[in-house]
């Protein structure tokens, strides 16, 4: 629900017609204004990155978890331990240099 006391700003922008008509067909899809399909998107799009950012903090959480996992099933030493870590580090930033 919107704050009525929170303090708002215009913005103006300008749109191909295309982009312009598909918007406002949207809007009317959906009974609402332009105003409010661009404010939607933009709070779909600020939730994404921090959707993202969620994701990435997940998988680095699972690596060193699985990673744990693997060097006490397999009985890795302290030095075992630190060596794999070593390996494993230089081989995903390998990977992640690959991908990019």
Known sequence: MKNL????????????TRDYLALGEMAEERNTTIAEVVRQAWA???????????????????????????CSVSGLSELE??????????????????EH
């Open 44 to 70: 779909a799009y600020s939730s994404e990155k921090d959707y993202r950012q969620a994701f990435i903090d997940l998988e680095q959480s699972l690596v060193a978890k699985i990673f744990e996992v693997c």
């Open 81 to 98: 331990r630190n060596e794999a870590k070593a390996e494993l580090i230089s081989r995903l930033h390998r990977t992640d240099k690959n």
């Open 5 to 16: 006391r929170e303090k708002q700003k215009a913005v103006t922008t300008r749109f191909p």
